[in-house]
T-cell receptor, first 114, second 112 residues
Framework: NAGVTQTPKFQVLKTGQSMTLQCAQDMNHEYMSWYRQDPGMGLRLIHYSVGAGITDQGEVPNGYNVSRSTTEDFPLRLLSAAPSQTSVYFC?????????????FGQGTRLTVV | TQLLEQSPQFLSIQEGENLTVYCNSSSVFSSLQWYRQEPGEGPVLLVTVVTGGEVKKLKRLTFQFGDARKDSSLHITAAQPGDTGLYLCAGARYNQGGKLIFGQGTELSVKP
């Protein structure tokens, strides 16, 4: 089982460049989310989606765009990379199950902006 | 502002010792989850607690949800080097579309 697949695993960008982080899940989960992880800050929610065609902002959405055209894919776009976006990015998927929803995470993308 | 305060942030202990990690908030959550993360990997769910006062055990790990559903604790008995990792608590609110609010995490190191 592939679960949640993120690509690339590592990326170095120059300030001002744009790129897309890919996320795909094969569990037919309705919910998908993007988080960033920085030292001492846990994971912070960037954007999330409750289904194809529906997205919403999380805690730290500035500088990022998302779209959800299919259930399986939820790409995260950096429009103009800044050094403050250096972080490890995690994509997660889950399915509504009352209050017992388990989130499944990808392996992460380590992004460095120079 | 961190909605979930996790403490301690770092913990270094010897094999065989006991430890407790705390996760506190002023907000009420419908459920509280605990994840463990290894270097280079994404978090993996350990347990979900949903009822105020609930206690769940997973081998040497004991998880408790506060009566008011604002706090939780993770207790490890007789820690082993294999317990080393980052432990994260995460709160969920009902009908919030899978959104999780994470604490800062606790880096646990268990030395043989």
């Amino acid at each position: 089982n592939a679960g949640v697949t993120q690509t690339p695993k590592f990326q170095v960008l120059k300030t001002g460049q744009s790129m897309t982080l890919q996320c795909a899940q094969d569990m037919n989960h309705e919910y998908m989310s993007w988080y960033r992880q920085d030292p001492g800050m846990g994971l912070r929610l960037i954007h999330y989606s409750v289904g194809a065609g529906i997205t919403d902002q999380g805690e730290v959405p500035n500088g990022y765009n998302v779209s959800r055209s299919t259930t399986e894919d939820f790409p995260l776009r950096l429009l103009s990379a800044a050094p403050s976006q250096t972080s490890v990015y995690f994509c997660a998927s889950s399915t509504p199950d009352g209050m017992n929803t388990e989130a499944f995470f990808g392996q992460g993308t380590r992004l460095t902006v120079v | 502002t961190q909605l979930l305060e996790q403490s301690p942030q770092f913990l270094s202990i010897q094999e065989g010792e006991n430890l407790t990690v705390y996760c506190n908030s002023s907000s009420v959550f419908s459920s509280l989850q605990w994840y463990r993360q290894e270097p280079g990997e994404g978090p993996v769910l350990l347990v979900t607690v949903v009822t105020g006062g609930e206690v769940k055990k997973l081998k040497r790990l004991t998880f408790q949800f506060g009566d008011a559903r604002k706090d939780s604790s993770l207790h490890i008995t007789a820690a082993q080097p294999g317990d080393t990792g980052l432990y994260l608590c995460a709160g969920a609110r009902y009908n919030q579309g899978g959104k999780l609010i994470f604490g800062q995490g606790t880096e646990l190191s268990v030395k043989p």
